[in-house]
């Protein structure tokens, strides 16, 4: 069983996060689009060289009459291209790819400060609701106590039916609500699982944390997170 941190958690969402790779990927295939269509705008240079080796009867190049000896010929050419003025088409299609490359980096940037939030906030319910299962399970085990002394004052004529019937009853509610408390925390361990894309049949535990000044020491979250759980306090 891991036992992880709420920094390890959200690390380990920011690396195998589906919705967070393939915002990545979105942003990769803008990036390399701006520049594909950058370099377009550039003028082109193409060069090529041949050289011919001849020998026996041949054609002189030179005289266009056939003669009986070597002869070797060499060919180069040079060739450029640059669109002085196509209508601003290139300019433009350059700044809309320039216009999608940061629209994908915000994007991206706006993936992870939501995957960081969404796995602190259920990070804090869980254990919020941790706690609360132990205070429930103190219920428990007072309330068993309580109904075992009344089954015996009940045996004995001190006490009433009706009073054992209340004790048999708090006792079956307080565990319902354990019962209760559990299901709630398995559905939260779901949720940070499916967040970080952590393999559902792994156990997994996280590490309790205290709520103090040193919080966020622990967590590398954007600074309006920061600022949203330090209102909270």
Not at 183 to 194: A, D, G, P, R, V
Request: include cysteine; aromatic fraction near 12%.
């Amino acid at each position: 069983q891991d036992s992880m941190s709420l920094s390890q958690c959200i690390n380990y969402a920011l690396i195998n996060n589906t919705s967070l790779l393939k915002s990545q990927n979105d942003y990769k295939q803008a990036e390399n689009s701006y520049k594909q269509y950058k370099a377009n705008v550039l003028p082109t240079l193409n060069g090529s060289a041949t050289n011919n080796f001849d020998f026996g009867r041949t054609i002189d190049p030179a005289t266009n009459q056939f003669a009986n000896e070597n002869s070797r010929t060499n060919y180069f050419t040079l060739n450029g291209d640059w669109v002085i003025y196509g209508g601003l088409q290139k300019l433009n299609q350059v700044r809309q790819y320039q216009w999608s490359k940061e629209a994908g980096a915000q994007n991206l940037q706006k993936v992870k400060d939501d995957i960081s939030l969404n796995i602190a906030n259920v990070y804090l319910q869980i254990l919020l609701l941790t706690e609360r299962k132990k205070q429930l399970e103190n219920l428990v085990k007072n309330s068993d106590d309580q109904e075992k002394k009344t089954e015996i004052l009940y045996e004995n004529g001190a006490t009433t039916l009706s009073k054992k019937y209340q004790a048999d009853a708090q006792l079956a509610t307080d565990q319902y609500n354990v019962v209760d408390m559990q299901n709630q925390l398995e559905k939260q361990y779901l949720s940070l699982k499916q967040y970080m894309n952590y393999d559902l049949g792994k156990p997994l535990k996280i590490i309790s944390i205290k709520f103090d000044q040193n919080f966020f020491l622990y967590v590398s979250f954007p600074k309006q997170l920061h600022n949203s759980f330090q209102h909270s306090k």
